[in-house]
Every structure is written in structure tokens, then in C-alpha cells.
């Protein structure tokens, strides 16, 4: 079967940098997605990791292998907005977006 | 500025009734999807569809239903038929089938 795992909390300080990972078995692959969401609302997309390597943009960056079947984000910086869930998805070989269950990132002043 | 709007943001539904949940977009999307979020769990599609007049089941399509009649609208039925429909609703829609994901505000719907 497909699977995404992701810790399910995380928590971490103002300031810091955190790193949320993210490991995935699919049939296929067609590129790696993270997206935040904010509790009540919807989620809204950070990036998109389809080679493998670092993407940078701004505070946040995200690292795909597609060997090792695994991603993470990294946060940096920390401000308390960054206060949020962390959703990874992996889309398959029928680009169909499977979804993790979400990283509860919670940040402390 | 062009999104994806839902309505109603909350909804309350006896046991045995249906209802509909609406999802209209202005970005132009061709590809548009429906979500249920529940607590513990990844996002689930119900439905989605890649053209208007046609559209196909997701992974949990029993006991809803939707019609793609115009480019911007994708509207949701949850049915008596579903058994567990209290849930968070999301509609989505991207460009293509590979692209990003543009999500509404959701729809939280309970059942009494």
C-alpha cells in the first residue's frame, strides 16, 4: 500500500529552526508537496520538490531524496505564526496526491 | 482577486438528510477536488474532476455525490447514505492534474 509518515507534534522555540521530516512509500512518484495549514483553515502551499536536493524560499526550505524515500522541512527563525500543521504529500504515478496526517508544530515563546 | 470560495463555512444536518456543500472558483482551474479532513488523518478524496461533465471517484466516494455542470462550480452532496459524514470539507482546484493545490476556506459540517 502507499504511505506517508510524519511525527505527528513537534514543538520548538522562538527563534529556532525546527526540522519536520517526512517519509513516503508510492507507486511512483511525481513530485513531493508541503503545504501549512492553521487550525480551522485551509492549507496553503510552501513548495514543491520534484529532483532531488535543497529548495530554498525565504525562512523555510525543503529536501527531497528520492532514494531514500524521504523529505523534510525546515523552518527557520521561528516566529509564533509559524505556529501551524505541516502536511506532506507525495503525488503517485496516477498523479494522484497521497497525503500524511500532518506535523502539529507547536512553538513556544 | 480570483480563489476558491465555500459555503457554508458551518453546517448542521439531521440524520437523514442531505445536504450541499458549494464550491465555486474564479482562477480559471480546469481540475477541481473534493477533500474530507478528520482528525488523525491525511486528506481523503472524495471526488474530482478534470474536465466539465465528467468527473471521478476518489478513494471514499460512497454516500456523495457531485456534478461539474459549469468550468467554476463543483458542488458536493453528502448523502443519508454516508454513515460517518461529520467532517471537515475541503474543495480544491490546480490548473492541471500535476499542479498545486488551491484549497477553499472549508466547510465543517455535523451531524445531529
Known amino acids: 500500500g502507499q504511505n506517508i509518515d510524519q511525527p505527528t507534534e513537534m514543538t520548538a522555540t522562538e527563534g529556532a529552526i525546527v526540522q519536520i521530516n517526512c517519509t513516503y512509500q508510492?507507486?511512483?512518484?511525481?513530485?513531493l508537496f508541503w503545504y501549512q495549514q492553521h487550525a480551522g483553515e485551509a492549507p496553503t502551499f510552501l513548495s514543491y520538490?520534484?529532483l532531488d536536493g535543497l529548495e530554498e524560499k525565504g525562512r523555510f526550505s525543503s529536501f527531497l531524496s528520492r532514494s531514500k524515500g524521504y523529505s523534510y522541512l525546515l523552518l527557520k527563525e521561528l516566529q509564533m505564526k509559524d505556529s501551524a500543521s505541516y502536511l506532506c504529500?507525495?503525488?503517485?504515478?496516477?498523479?494522484?496526491?497521497?497525503w500524511g496526517a500532518g506535523t502539529k508544530l507547536i512553538i513556544k515563546p | 482577486d480570483g480563489g476558491i470560495t465555500q459555503s457554508p463555512k458551518y453546517l448542521f444536518r439531521k440524520e437523514g438528510q442531505n445536504v450541499t456543500l458549494s464550491c465555486e472558483q474564479n482562477l480559471n482551474h480546469d481540475a477541481m477536488y473534493w477533500y474530507r479532513q478528520d482528525p488523525g488523518q491525511g486528506l481523503r478524496l472524495i471526488y474530482y474532476?478534470?474536465?466539465?461533465?465528467?468527473?471521478q471517484k476518489g478513494d471514499i466516494a460512497e454516500g456523495y455525490s457531485v456534478s461539474r455542470e459549469k468550468k467554476e462550480s463543483f458542488p458536493l452532496t453528502v448523502t443519508s447514505a454516508q454513515k460517518n459524514p461529520t467532517a471537515f470539507y475541503l474543495c480544491?482546484?490546480?490548473?492541471?492534474?500535476?499542479?498545486?493545490?488551491?484549497f477553499g476556506e472549508g466547510s465543517r459540517l455535523t451531524v445531529l
Open positions: 480544491a482546484s490546480s490548473m492541471g492534474e500535476a499542479g498545486e493545490l488551491f
Open positions: 508510492t507507486s511512483g512518484f511525481n513530485g
Open positions: 520538490n520534484v
Open positions: 504529500a507525495v503525488m503517485d504515478s496516477n498523479y494522484q496526491l497521497i
Open positions: 474532476s478534470q474536465i466539465v461533465n465528467d468527473f
